[in-house]
């Protein structure tokens, strides 16, 4: 026979798992999150991580190329370019990548080269700010 306390306990039970549910599914994690680094102060030879929404591309040429459609707007040569080119949508926190060097692009933008470790091909990241963190020893 149930009595109030068991109806309490019950409600409160499926209300915790409710919230833990809600909690795991929107992608809120528990813990310390890597804190961005200053895009300007990053040099050669660092290790770092990807932790925001970025695009990169084997080749600085491609990076270009996709940037100037972006800039243009045009979705069809983005597409384009995008799987002609094998360029990849990095999502959420991925690496560590070492940086091996840096160019600027058109109107302030810059781009990252980097390589996985263990030691992968070169990619060129589009590096805005917030993109990288400095990852922990």
């Avoid at 306990?9 to 599914?25: E, P």
């Avoid at 925001?52 to 243009?72: G, K």
Wanted: proline share 7%; aromatic share 6%; charged share 20%.
């Amino acid at each position: 026979m149930l009595t109030k306390k068991h109806l309490i306990g019950a409600i409160t039970i499926m209300l915790a798992v409710s919230v833990a549910v809600v909690l795991a599914k929107s992608g809120v994690r528990r813990g310390h999150s890597l804190p961005p680094a200053d895009l300007a102060s990053l040099r050669a030879g660092e290790a770092v991580m990807v932790i925001r929404t970025t695009y990169a591309c084997p080749s600085l040429a491609a990076m270009n190329r996709l940037h100037e459609d972006a800039v243009a707007h045009d979705e069809i040569g983005f597409a384009n370019h995008f799987s002609r080119e094998h360029c990849e949508k990095i999502k959420g926190v991925a690496g560590p990548f070492r940086i091996l060097g840096f160019s600027d692009g058109p109107a302030g933008v810059r781009y990252v080269g980097v390589a996985g470790e263990p030691p992968q091909p070169e990619r060129w990241i589009f590096g805005a700010p917030g993109v990288f963190s400095l990852r922990k020893p």
